[in-house]
């Protein structure tokens, strides 16, 4: 009872707050400063050179969609990158680039879906690995997150055994999902001759990407799903991972909020086995017991939007929260 009281408490707070919360941010009109196209994919660049460089990206406010009642609708304005095109049978070998990055191996394959980046670390180990999906949102691409949230340093800083996968995902609302089936991500990367592990499947997904994120629910390997500021939409879809679907009872959730706290925490506190916290903890230690074991943990950020995945305090301490294996 004190428990359950507790997290009433805490939601009913966090719904208070979340009301209020980035109610008078400006809203992005063109896309952030990023230069991604101009480099050599999968080439170490500025960020992955440096640890302690901030993003040099400029960072635009969240972006939700226009079925949100209280919020303003975006722009539709966009960035348009030109896209190559890609001839694709379906059956064929995909082209990729090979490099190294942080003394790990990466590869860029081009799809006519757009790039996807995957990136294993140096001592990676595919007979006991798992596989993670990292999910763009908004604003930006798979070589633009790849490059500017330094994606491969907060891979590596995680200490998880694990092939990353970062694929294309929509860039604004008027994108279409580019991978409605994971199965077809999945397909992607084993054509490009890069064998996946057997591992479990976590999928982690930033603001937008819970479009793409939704779709993948009931695929029958995804073990747990992390959300980044991205509970939007999409609550069946979520209410069936994690309660109603038939490997339900198998899954995992976290849901971090900070821009969209007040949705998040209107979702989690239908659960009563959900469990809630106020904060991002330092490291794993910060965790109680019972919040690392539990089936659902939402995390009421200290961080805003885009440091959510910016600031290397996230992402890599996420990771190791999962049933992936430590390197």
């Given at each position: 009872?004190?428990?359950?009281f ?6 009913s ?10 109610a008078?941010d400006p809203l ?5 400063a ?19 460089a901030?993003?040099?990206a ?7 969609p226009?079925?949100t009642?209280?919020?303003a609708?975006?722009?539709?304005s966009t960035m ?5 095109q890609?001839k694709d049978d379906?059956?064929?070998r995909?082209e990729k ?5 942080l ?10 879906q757009?790039?996807?980046h995957v990136w ?7 007979e006991t690995?798992g ?8 604003w930006?691409?798979?070589?633009g997150?790849?490059k500017?949230?330094?994606?491969a340093?907060?891979f590596?800083m995680?200490h998880?055994?694990a092939?990353?996968?970062v ?7 008027e ?14 990367v ?7 592990p057997?591992?479990?499947?976590v999928v982690m997904g930033h603001s937008g990407?819970?479009r793409?994120v ?5 695929h029958?390997l995804?073990?747990?799903?992390i959300?980044l500021?991205?509970?939007y939409?999409?609550e ?25 706290a007040q949705?998040?925490a209107a979702?989690v ?5 959900a469990?809630?916290?106020e ?9 109680t017991?019972?919040e690392?074991?539990a089936k659902l943990?939402y995390?009421h ?11 290397r305090k996230v ?11 430590s390197?």
């Amino acid at each position: 009872m004190k428990l359950s009281f507790a997290i009433a408490s805490f939601l009913s707070a966090t719904l208070a707050l979340g009301s209020q919360a980035h109610a008078d941010d400006p809203l992005p009109t063109e896309e952030p400063a990023a230069n991604a196209d101009h480099d050599e994919p999968g080439t170490p660049n500025e960020n992955t050179e440096h640890a302690d460089a901030p993003p040099s990206a400029t960072e635009p406010a969240a972006e939700v969609p226009a079925t949100t009642p209280h919020r303003a609708r975006l722009s539709s304005s966009t960035m348009r990158r030109p896209r190559l095109q890609v001839k694709d049978d379906g059956e064929s070998r995909l082209e990729k680039k090979e490099d190294t990055v942080l003394d790990g191996r990466h590869w860029r394959i081009s799809t006519a879906q757009g790039s996807v980046h995957v990136w294993v670390p140096p001592d990676y180990d595919r007979e006991t690995a798992g596989t993670v999906v990292y999910v763009h949102g908004y604003w930006t691409d798979a070589d633009g997150a790849w490059k500017n949230y330094d994606l491969a340093r907060q891979f590596k800083m995680s200490h998880q055994n694990a092939l990353f996968i970062v694929p294309d995902a929509p860039s604004s609302m008027e994108d279409n999902v580019k991978w409605p089936a994971l199965t077809d991500l999945r397909r992607a990367v084993t054509r490009a001759n890069i064998k996946l592990p057997d591992g479990p499947v976590v999928v982690m997904g930033h603001s937008g990407a819970f479009r793409t994120v939704m779709q993948w629910v009931d695929h029958r390997l995804v073990d747990q799903i992390i959300l980044l500021d991205a509970m939007y939409a999409g609550e069946q879809a979520f209410d069936e991972f994690i309660k109603s679907g038939k490997r339900a009872d198998e899954h995992k959730m976290i849901i971090v909020g900070a821009s969209v706290a007040q949705e998040s925490a209107a979702f989690v506190s239908k659960y009563k086995f959900a469990l809630a916290r106020e904060k991002v903890p330092d490291s794993m230690s910060g965790f109680t017991k019972k919040e690392r074991q539990a089936k659902l943990l939402y995390i009421h950020s200290q961080y805003s939007h885009y440091p959510i995945v910016t600031n290397r305090k996230v992402i890599p301490l996420l990771l190791r929260a999962t049933r992936l294996k430590s390197l």
